[in-house]
Nanobody, 127 residues
Framework: QVQLVESGGGLVQAGGSLRLSCAASGRTFSSAAMGWFRQAPGKEREFVSSLNWSGGKTYYADSVKGRFTISGDNAKNTVYLQMNSLKPDDTAVYYC????????????????????WGQGTQVTVSS
């Protein structure tokens, strides 16, 4: 059984920073991509960012471009999300995801049903 375990969420003032981490553990785990989604109260879960292990290609939602940076260590099955210049609109539960094919395709298609989800970590940005 594979588990994705997130950490690093919390409460921060607008303009502040947080760094989320996600580590995969369990039986032999191999993914093509890892990344992050988020879900705010009353809204659908949305794509935030992803990292393709092959080639290191990264993708970001328009709403976080220039503020968030994704990075990772394939050997450790770990992905990070550095979030800077946080806004109240960034308040959400952030979920780590991993898939054997992709999270965001070259044509912009988002995989809304990845192989694995983390349990989520709350990020709250106060104004």
């Amino acid at each position: 059984q594979v588990q994705l375990v997130e950490s690093g969420g919390g409460l921060v003032q607008a303009g502040g920073s947080l760094r989320l981490s996600c580590a995969a553990s369990g039986r032999t785990f191999s993914s093509a991509a890892m990344g992050w989604f988020r879900q705010a109260p009353g809204k659908e879960r949305e794509f935030v960012s992803s990292l393709n292990w092959s080639g290191g290609k990264t993708y970001y939602a328009d709403s976080v471009k220039g503020r968030f940076t994704i990075s990772g260590d394939n050997a450790k099955n770990t992905v990070y999300l550095q979030m800077n210049s946080l806004k109240p609109d960034d308040t959400a539960v952030y979920y780590c995801a991993a898939d054997s094919l992709f999270l965001r395709g070259l044509n912009g298609v988002i995989n809304v049903g990845p192989d694995y989800w983390g349990q989520g970590t709350q990020v709250t940005v106060s104004s």
